[in-house]
């Protein structure tokens, strides 16, 4: 049992350590586009396009349906990891005083208490897998949506809200769920 907790604890500090060069790695100059990517409102214009390409693609009942799936993945993705939060109460780096002197905070409001595991991340992540598993035999630009995901993911170490494992577990989690959501939705109801 000892020992489990002092494999913990090493991974724990290399995360620290990670975050704190990978935050540090910013600049002021920068700081407003990375605030304006980490932003959710950021993100509604490509998915607005995305769901105009679905809407050309599929009749209104699919359509709908989509949508509808498209808020169960998110309620999902957005309550599992607020579950998380509570349940593992790791601090977010804004709120560690033991690092938060070491760091940069970007953002003047830091956000919840916890952050294990990252909400932004499972959220862009679920999304992009689920558009991705539903259209990828006709649309391979979709793919540039993971690309979008991993810097709406990054922005949220750069200012200093979320650590390196937050971001990969709520990745891992999203790829999971918009997978499995978008196999529901296409077993159910064949949208493809």
């Known amino acids: 049992m000892e020992s489990t907790n002092m494999d913990l604890n090493f991974i724990l500090e ?3 350590e990670v975050f704190i060069y990978l935050n540090s790695l910013g600049h002021s100059a920068f700081d407003s586009i990375w605030l304006l990517i980490s932003d959710k409102k950021s993100s509604i214009p490509l998915y607005v396009l995305i769901l105009y390409i679905m809407h050309r693609n599929l009749n209104s009942v699919d359509f709908f349906r989509t949508l ?3 808020a169960l993945l998110i309620l999902f993705t957005d309550q599992i990891s607020g579950f998380f939060k509570d349940f593992s109460e790791r601090l977010r780096p804004c709120h560690d005083d033991s690092i938060n002197h070491k760091i940069r905070i970007v953002k003047q409001s830091c956000g919840g208490l916890y952050s294990f595991f ?8 679920g999304l992009a897998s689920f558009f ?4 990828r035999k006709k649309n391979n630009y979709i793919k540039l949506l993971f ?3 991993s810097v709406v993911s990054y922005s949220r170490i750069y200012i200093g809200v979320h650590y ?3 971001i990969i577990f709520g990745s891992t989690f999203g790829i999971f769920s918009g997978f499995l959501f978008s196999s529901i939705l296409n077993k159910k109801y064949n949208v493809l």
């Open 132 to 135: 991705y598993f539903l259209s």
């Open 68 to 70: 509808i799936f498209i």
């Open 147 to 149: 690309i979008w995901a």
């Open 14 to 16: 290399i995360d620290r």
């Open 164 to 166: 390196p494992i937050d």
């Open 118 to 125: 990252s909400s932004h991340a499972s959220n862009s992540f």
